[in-house]
């Protein structure tokens, strides 16, 4: 389990230090790794922020050059690829280590009601639970998916990585037009056809936003709703993606920020299942520690033109 940063939304019990195990795993082929699709971002510029949240502003002009993005999430089975190849440490019976950091979370810590675990591990395996193969990876800490990015880089020799927030924001409102969620400035009925939040369908009964029903309780799989204009799926909703990119209170960046890890935070964007509109624009700011996990943030792919 994962501690949280006092910015996030939710919190989480603090990491226990207990090493109970080492999983070793056999590499895969380069032919059995699965790429994902993704779309060349046209560069522009636009306008970034918003006045909505005091961590969004100042609204300001920034250009992004011509980049690719996955137009989908990073789901549990193509995770589990990328688990079973590498060396892992298990600590405190659910804490999944590489390299001494922190990656993913085997047990949900918080917003739990009726959450069934999706990856478990057995017989020194990782595996998927039926049915949730092509749902978003989440309970993944920053240091998973940027570790996940280093290995399916190396394997396939073709520079893979997290977006930037000011790519995520970009690419999630369409350019330059900047809608408020990803593919319509309509908050009603018809949002439900773009994006996976808590509405009538949500676990969490009385974060519950009436007005709306996706049909989810939880996550749904990857491209169930409809895309935005560059045809990127569920930018708005289904997990929070996390950035390459520093969190600070506001764009507005110290002369001098601190280096001491307690102080180290990163972006993440998007809005989950378990949102409402209000909290998830395109341009709605999160953040948390590099070994957050939970069962809301997840991630995508980037690469350079």
């Not at 675990?117 to 057995?122: M, R, S, W």
């Not at 996706?214 to 996390?242: C, I, R």
Request: some cysteine.
């Amino acid at each position: 389990m994962c501690r949280s940063h006092p910015t996030a939304l939710f919190l989480l019990g603090f990491c226990s230090l207990l090493l109970l195990g080492i999983s070793a795993h056999k590499p895969l082929k380069n032919s059995e790794i699965k790429e994902p699709a993704m779309v060349l971002i046209p560069g522009g510029a636009f306008k970034m922020g918003s006045n909505d949240s005091p961590d969004s502003k100042p609204i300001h002009k920034v250009f992004v050059r011509a980049f690719y993005l996955a137009t989908k999430e990073v789901t549990n089975a193509e995770f589990v690829e990328f688990l079973n190849s590498i060396q892992t440490e298990i600590r405190n019976g659910e804490d999944v280590f590489f390299k001494g950091q922190q990656i993913y979370d085997l047990i949900c810590d918080g917003f739990c009601s009726d959450w069934e675990a999706e990856i478990y591990l057995q017989d020194g395996r990782f595996k998927v639970r039926t049915g949730q193969e092509h749902h978003p990876v989440t309970l993944v800490s920053w240091y998973g998916a940027t570790a996940y990015a280093k290995w399916l880089s190396k394997r396939t020799g073709k520079p893979y990585r997290l977006p930037t927030e000011e790519e995520w924001e970009y690419a999630a409102g369409g350019g330059s037009a900047h809608q408020k969620w990803a593919g319509t400035n309509n908050s009603g009925k018809k949002l439900s056809q773009y994006a996976n939040l808590c509405d009538q369908a949500c676990a969490v009964k009385n974060w519950r936003y009436q007005i709306l029903n996706d049909g989810y309780a939880y996550t749904a799989p990857v491209g169930s709703f409809k895309p935005n204009k560059f045809g990127l799926y569920d930018m708005t909703g289904n997990a929070h993606e996390w950035c390459n990119s520093r969190y600070y209170g506001s764009y507005i960046i110290p002369d001098h920020p601190s280096q001491k890890p307690e102080d180290i935070s990163y972006v993440f964007r998007g809005g989950s299942w378990i949102n409402k509109p209000t909290d998830v624009l395109t341009s709605s700011r999160f953040s948390a520690e590099p070994e957050y996990c939970t069962t809301v943030v997840g991630f995508r792919l980037a690469k350079n033109k």
